[in-house]
């Protein structure tokens, strides 16, 4: 790859450019105290990327490194190269990339843009990826499209440092293709095929998908009902594919969703039925709404691929510029009978574009026999105040009260949240977060018990030049499931002092 | 071994800085579909005015925030030369939600989704928002990280500038005037 690069041709376009993420700890993960370790445990990640353009072709790599005051695991090196060339028509990336097949049924690969993850054992931090090295190549004649993709997939669980201890980062195979047309703007059909072989086992997928506007086709441009329906099954035959068979026996993904919108009114519909499609590297879409309230965020629902159907419905009507409803339900069925279901209602108004303030309250409750919440009752109110021009504050509340049932007991508990935040434009902001949870399961909690554990920590964010900003945490941050960019993963809680630098060049 | 690759780099880039400032550096071409099926062609864009890009997602808070702002500046400027491109880098999980999600904030300007995360890496974005303002000649003039409340009005004179440097007249009509817009906001300017 460094070859790559060096004998890349100099053209007067070329460039190089690139961008850094460095995180340094000083603190421990206040739960674990099993691992805890040092009590003042120094840790510092940085991930770095460099890409440079010549021409039709970009040049990249990624350099991790992770160092710890124990001298436990540390690690450096090179996780992602790769070398892309493209033009109007054609491209083709060898080394890692990302992609997506249909809408990500049988395979996505994709990273978690600037989260940093721990991993527990080995105790090291890495910045999450599910990419793929090996060979993407795609190409497009007019109204049709063909993507190619082959190589070895990344679980996106593992840092460099388990590679010393056996777990391979990238391992096993992927062969995936695609192949998409659309009859017009509005209409497009495809089918993709991919072949996984990870461990000592093979799999097949197949999948076909269609997309279409019949309003738009009709040329109705007031009402528009885009529909999308995609459907894949494991290790079948074309014909046994062709038949459509949902039975939970075969394995198979079915997934549909549709948009109406017509003026201040927009519905999105989506409605899932997986079954044994766990594939290790890939989950089809959840749906269930990806909450942007961090109480309700931590509280979401992990899809279970190997049995669960259900849908989402979410509506909004926007009647003038001062104020909108949205709702949300949402239902996901498994395999014993467990029910999660979600109902969730928001209204927001902003008046003039926010102009001069802005407010949110919701309400939501649902529960989630799974993880045996029984009952969980959501409500909040968070508003923004601008003044001056450049000076903004935020104060935002949330409380959550839940049961948790299981055939020996039952737990009662509730959790608040409050973050109070100050902000200059173009300059920084300053932000006090408190959290009390009763929860007797909560990561972040020492001792066992329900007696009230309070979190609290600050935040100072600043823009440092046009291209680097930093922000620093003090205090306790809690533990727990947090979900980005649609994808959940566990956060280790934390105490301590954080500071994060993000850099472009 | 970093070092090594800059040094590498710089080589051979005779012609070029070594290390050219992101905020001047070429900003990469693309082609991608908007959200109603609309070719977004950066050079075809950029022959008609500055093009700003708005990297967002549903489920993050500040750049929520960010829209009206950007909505504003799509109704005050796009006459002058200005196309406002919301890029949504959610996840097939949020897909079915971008295009209603949009029109509840009110906005009209397009936007596409990064399906396969191409253009957050090809314009290297680490934080959310980001967003990206190039000149007509297809430099990057400025890049911006996140967003807090009033920087707007920053972001404005920025624009400002940038049109008033490359003489557009008013009334530059958009490739997207016309189009499908769901937006209610824009039936009203209609």
């Known amino acids: ?505 | 071994m970093l070092l090594t690759v800059i040094l590498a780099a710089g080589f051979v880039s005779d012609s070029a800085p070594a290390a050219v400032s992101i905020s001047r550096a070429t900003a990469p071409r693309f082609t991608a579909k908007d959200v109603t099926g609309r070719t977004v062609d950066l050079d075809t864009l950029l022959a008609r005015g500055p093009v700003l890009l708005d990297f967002w997602a549903t489920w993050c808070k500040p750049c929520v925030e960010a829209m009206p702002d950007l909505q504003r500046l799509h109704a005050t400027y796009g006459e002058r030369g200005l196309t406002v491109i919301g890029i949504s880098v959610d996840g097939p999980r949020n897909h079915a939600k971008v295009r209603p999600f949009a029109t509840r904030l009110r906005i009209s300007y397009p936007i596409v989704i990064d399906h396969d995360e191409r253009l957050r890496h090809l314009y290297q974005v680490v934080a959310m928002p980001t967003v990206v303002l190039i000149e007509p000649g297809g430099r990057i003039s400025s890049v911006r990280l996140g967003y807090r409340p009033g920087e707007g009005s920053s972001l404005e004179l920025d624009v400002a500038m940038l049109i008033a440097k490359s003489g557009i007249p008013d009334s530059s009509a958009s490739p997207f005037d016309g189009e499908i817009i769901d937006s209610p906001l824009d039936r009203d300017r209609r």
Request: with cysteine.
């Open chain 1, 1 to 505: 790859m460094i070859l790559a690069l060096v004998l890349v041709p100099a053209s007067a376009h070329a460039q190089l450019s690139g961008s850094n993420l460095l995180e340094g700890q000083a603190g421990n993960y206040p739960s674990s105290y099993v691992e805890r370790g040092p009590s003042n445990r120094l840790d510092l990640y940085d991930q770095a990327n460099l890409f440079y353009a010549f021409g039709s072709g970009v040049a990249g790599l990624r350099y991790e490194i992770n160092r710890n005051s124990e001298d436990a695991f540390p690690y450096e090196g090179i996780t992602q190269r790769f070398l892309d060339w493209s033009d109007g028509r054609y491209r083709v990336r060898v080394g890692n990339f990302y992609g997506i097949l249909g809408r990500g049924l049988v395979q996505r690969a994709f990273e978690l843009n600037s989260v940093v993850l721990d991993m527990r054992y080995p105790r090291s931090r890495f910045g999450p990826s599910r990419d793929i090295d090996g060979v993407l190549s795609e190409a497009s004649f007019g109204p049709v499209s063909a993507t190619l993709m082959s190589g070895a997939p990344n679980g996106g669980e593992s840092s460099l440092a388990g590679e010393e201890v056996g777990f391979a980062r990238h391992s096993g195979h992927l062969t995936g293709a695609q192949i998409a047309g659309s009859v017009t703007r509005h209409a497009r059909a495809g089918a993709a095929y991919v072949r996984m072989k990870a461990g000592q086992g093979q799999m097949e997928l197949g999948s076909g998908f269609v997309e279409i506007d019949p309003l738009g086709v009709l040329g109705i441009t007031s009402v528009s009902l885009p529909l999308y329906a995609e459907y894949a099954q494991a290790d079948r035959s074309f014909a046994e594919w062709w038949r459509f068979d949902a039975f939970d026996r075969v394995p198979h993904a079915l997934y549909a969703s549709s948009n109406l919108l017509w003026g201040p009114f927009t519905l999105s519909a989506e409605w899932k039925d997986y079954s044994q499609f766990r594939l290790g590297v890939n989950d089809p879409p959840s749906l269930v709404r990806e909450h942007s309230q961090v109480l309700l965020n931590r509280s979401t629902h992990v899809l279970e691929a190997n049995r669960e159907e259900g849908f989402q419905l979410e509506s909004s009507y926007t009647p003038s510029e001062w104020a909108s409803v949205t709702t949300n339900w949402s239902r996901a069925d498994g395999a014993f009978g467990d029910r999660f279901e979600e109902r969730f209602v928001e209204l927001r108004s902003a008046p003039r574009g926010a102009e001069r303030w802005e407010a949110t309250a919701f309400y939501d409750r649902g529960w989630d026999e799974l993880i045996a919440i029984a009952d969980r009752r959501t409500a909040g109110i968070a508003s923004t105040v601008r003044a001056w021009q450049v000076w903004s504050g935020t104060l935002d509340v949330q409380r959550q009260i839940a049961r948790r049932s299981t055939l020996t007991q039952t737990q009662r508990f509730e959790d608040l949240y409050l973050s109070g935040t100050i902000a200059r434009a173009n300059f920084g902001s300053a932000s006090v977060v408190w959290t009390r949870t009763t929860d007797p399961l909560d990561l972040s909690r020492v001792d066992p018990g329900n007696t009230p554990l309070h979190l609290v920590g600050g935040v100072l964010d600043a823009r440092l030049t046009a291209n680097h900003g930093a922000t620093l945490f003090f205090g306790r941050r809690r533990g727990g499931l947090a979900c980005t960019a649609g994808t959940c993963y566990e956060v280790q809680a934390f105490e301590g002092v954080e500071l994060r630098l993000v850099s472009r060049f």
